[in-house]
Each structure stands twice: as C-alpha cells, then as structure tokens.
C-alpha cells in the first residue's frame, strides 16, 4: 500500500481523502482549519501533519486540492511549503482549478527538484468526489500519468490525458465555459417560457426529452423552478474558474462573447449575497 499525501480538505479533498483511505492506503494530511481534519484524527491509516513540508517528507505522491492559484503556489513554494520536503522522484498531482500558464511554471519549478508535476483538475462536484466517480482531465508526460493512473482511478471513472503540462487545467476551463454558458441558455429559456405564460415545468420536462436535454437542464433546470440554489457548486467559484478562462481569452487574442458575457453575470453575483449560493442562481439575474 502506498504512502500518499493530499493538502485541503474542503468539499472535494475530504472525501477524495477518504476514498484513498478506504482502498487501503495511507493518507497524510493537512489543511488549514482544524475542523476539516475532525474525520481523519481517529482513523488508524491517517496520518495528521502541522505543514505541507511534513506532508511531502512521509509521501511519494501527493494530492493538492485548493481553491486558487495562488493557493495552490502558497501550498508548494511557501514557507514550510511542499517544495521544502520533497525528494527527488516524488510526484505532486494538483486537482484544483488554476491557470494553466502557472501551472506550467510550477511544474518547472518542481522538476528542478526532480519532481513530477501532473494537473489534474476534476469535475463532478462534491456528489462525484463522495462516489468516487470524477471525470478527471490530466495534463503532463504521459509516463508519469501512467505511474499514478492506478490511485486517479480510486478517485474518478473518466480518465483522460489531454497532453502536456496545463492541458488538464484548459480542458477544464473548457468544461467551465460548456456549464456556465448552459446554465444561462436554461435560464433564458424558462424565463423565455415564463413570460408566456407557459409552466417551466412542463418545458422542462419537454426538453429533457429532445437533443435540448442536458444534466445541466435536469438539475440546474430544477434548481432555477424551485428557487433552491443550495450549492452543488458555488457561484464564487465559478466566477473565479470564469476569471481564469477571461485571462486566457485575452492571453490569446480570442473573442468569446458567450462566455464574456455568463463570465461578467457570475462575477457580479459573486459580489452580491448569492456568493455562496449554487451557480444556477444565475437565472435570478433575468428577473430584475
């Protein structure tokens, strides 16, 4: 059984902990609030750290699963940071939602140290993290993606390497684009049938049945008719992944209207009281 590591243990990290857990390995960690460790103080193959740096001296992989870039950064290069226990041969898997250009910075940073690097961001929310059934979209040198494949594989069901360093992190910026921009094409849609007269229930179910069909349609379609926006995935963070994807358009010269504009919505509402509230609460905006 391996010795593994994984740093943050919010909604997605603590039952992927928990699932590396139950297939038997051991799992050190650490995170930076004491009440997110509570699940892991009696279990006997957990292992609690008082740093990232003491996480990486006991672990030949280690999972990141943070908020931001500069989470992610702070976690491997500052103090007492992953970066100061490392040994050359280690492998550190990020499955946090970052730019892909400081991915690829981070990544040379560790491979100086003899390090591996793979970017492995997820989708699937907190539901998929419990299941252990992810999509996860893998950027980095394929024999390095092969090594770790067999302990991704505890964690997620679809698998892909897309290619080098930071192509897991496009490909989910990609994702982010599909979701939000749905989100908004449901939304007008119900408030489209709203205003005539016409049940956005019963459109709803009409669409699911058609090429409109979609999860994001059967779920978010139903949060948005019942006004229960209790997050799967909340409105701050996908404004912030919507940011990252803003940073790329302009990196590249793109024109994007469509995720511009669901991009500008969901920043503005992460602004607002809705910051924490799931990101269908996008439909809210239509009715002012």
Known sequence: MAQLGLIGLGIMGRPMAL????AGHTVHVYARREA??????????AVIHASPAEVARQAEVVFTVVSDTPDVEAVLFGPQGLAEGLRAGA?????????????REFASRLAAQ?????????????????QGTLSIMVGGRVEVFERVKPW?????????HVG??????????????????????VAEALTFAAAHGVDGNRVREALLGGFAGSRILEIHGKRMLSGDYTPGFKT??????????????????????CASLVGERLQALAETSDAESDSSVLFKLLSH
């Not at 003899?114 to 419990?130: F, H």
């Not at 991704?152 to 892909?160: A, D, H, T």
């Open 19 to 22: 699932n590396l857990l139950a």
């Open 36 to 45: 997110a460790l509570a699940p892991f103080r009696d279990h006997p193959q």
């Open 91 to 103: 492998t550190v898997i990020d499955m946090s939602t970052i730019s892909a250009t400081a991915t």
């Open 114 to 130: 003899g390090v591996d690097m793979l970017d492995a961001p997820v989708s699937g929310g907190e539901v998929g993290a419990i």
């Open 152 to 160: 991704l594989e505890i964690l997620g069901k679809n698998i892909v």
């Open 164 to 185: 080098e360093q930071g192509a897991g992190q496009v490909a989910k910026a990609c994702n982010q684009v599909v979701v939000a921009v749905t989100i908004e094409a």
């Open 236 to 257: 701050s963070l996908h404004a912030k992944d919507m940011r990252i994807v803003a940073a790329g358009i302009t990196e590249q010269g793109l024109r994007l209207p």
